[in-house]
């Protein structure tokens, strides 16, 4: 997605460590009328597939999803970071490795709003690694639920968390794929 | 908010404790069309008040305060629980009591998305004993910026935050105000 290519370039800084924050437009800060952008490519590449639920995980990636529905007109579920030490019965559960913080998340989804008869988009801001995915993806498929695939703003495409989740043949459509990132600066994308 | 109330007479839930749980379309389940009128009621309450920005807080408060944000056309800046033991140098902080969640937050903003320039509206999902609606006040405060107000979705009024801030001569609009809830289901809310 050419525009949103355009504001990595001009918004997003480089950290070391492959780190790329894009926390003026995105998951701090947030551009609504962007995300509209955002969300209406998402309706163009998964419109015609069914989707009656998006899903994603707290915290950045509910504004998104929450843009993006309104084009789908269906409700969004978010996964929540379980924050007592125990889980509830009435969840889905999976355990999430977060590389950013440095932890081990347990996540949970109560079983009242994802069911088998659920056809489900995954939207997110950032695939790396794919820990965040692959943890929402145990949990459809504790549901029962169908995939439809994942919408992904950002992936590190350098990373394997993209390709290992294609190779399990879940379609994983990323609006910027970044190829490369330098420590001073430059970012290049996927042709 | 006739529709609002109407939809927690409905879908809302009573726990023990003088806990309401609307999670099937406010705050774990969204039902975003829903969303959308509660965002154009804020923009009728707030739309002359010259707002810049809208400012909440991690989770629940985000979905709401994206879909709100269309209607005033200004990014939203939500507030972060930090994760790290360190507080960085460059962030505005405040603590948070949750007593949901029963801990203290360090709760976080970049300086970068703050400033004494800005006109800011509040929106959370919930107002009851008022600590994180007091911790984003002092932040705005700490940043120098205007607070044209906070725009609540569901108010607890039995609960004293919303008279305490009120109090401070802060505008505050609670969109369904709970008068009282019983154990058995009932709720009343304020005329």
């Known amino acids: 997605m050419k525009l949103l290519e355009e504001r990595i370039l001009k918004d997003g800084q480089v950290f070391p460590g492959n780190v790329l924050k894009v926390d003026s437009f995105l998951n701090h800060q947030v551009d609504v009328d962007f995300l509209n952008e955002i969300g209406k490519e998402f309706y163009r590449l998964f419109g015609d597939c069914g989707v009656n639920k998006i899903f994603t995980i707290e915290s950045s990636g509910i504004g998104i999803a929450c843009i993006a529905a ?39 989804v109560s079983k009242d709003f994802l069911s088998k008869d659920d056809r489900i988009l995954i939207i997110d801001d950032f695939l790396a690694q794919g820990c965040a995915l692959k943890g929402l993806i145990n949990i459809i498929k504790d549901a029962g639920a169908d995939i439809v695939g994942a919408g992904i703003v950002i ?37």
């Open 70 to 108: 309104q084009y789908f007109h269906v409700p969004v579920v978010f996964a929540k970071k379980n924050k007592s030490k125990n889980i509830a019965a009435d969840v889905y559960t999976t355990k999430i490795h977060s590389f950013t913080h440095g932890k081990v998340y347990d996540v949970i």
């Open 155 to 191: 992936e590190k495409a350098f990373q394997k968390g993209g390709d290992e989740i294609r190779a399990e043949g879940i379609r994983v459509e990323s609006l910027a794929r970044v190829k490369s990132m330098s420590d001073d600066g430059d970012i290049e994308f996927c042709d």
